[in-house]
């Protein structure tokens, strides 16, 4: 196994946990709009992340043959968070706009720390 699939894995792993917790929050508090918010947003990031490492994987294939990849999706991604917006947009009652848009953010938070704490503890 390499080792960007190892981080891939481990960025999954503290997504769906991070998931669980806006679960938790979403049946045990008052807060509904926020934590669906976060959720839809969770969610939608993770299928850009998903979709993110199979664009790198692709380009580090074509890289090895020697032959040119495509780009690496940023606009899929931009699409997805688009939808997601939108949802929250048409959904007021359900998504919180700011919950669906920090929900987006949170596989690239993660990413951030993970490696932060990488280069601080080598």
């Given at each position: ?9 481990r960025y999954m792993q503290f ?7 806006f679960v938790m929050g979403w049946?045990?508090t008052s807060y509904k709009a ?89």
């Amino acid at each position: 196994m390499t080792e960007y699939t190892q981080s891939f894995r481990r960025y999954m792993q503290f997504t769906l946990y991070l998931l669980a917790i806006f679960v938790m929050g979403w049946g045990i508090t008052s807060y509904k709009a926020i934590f669906l918010g976060l959720i839809l947003g969770t969610i939608l990031s993770i299928y850009n992340l998903f979709n993110m490492f199979r664009k790198v994987d692709r380009l580090g294939e074509a890289t090895v043959k020697g032959t040119k990849a495509r780009s690496l999706g940023l606009l899929t991604r931009q699409a997805v968070a688009g939808l997601a917006v939108l949802i929250a947009l048409r959904y007021p009652e359900y998504f919180n706009l700011l919950g669906v848009v920090s929900g987006l953010m949170t596989t690239y938070l993660i990413i951030l720390i993970d490696s932060i704490s990488k280069i601080r503890f080598k």
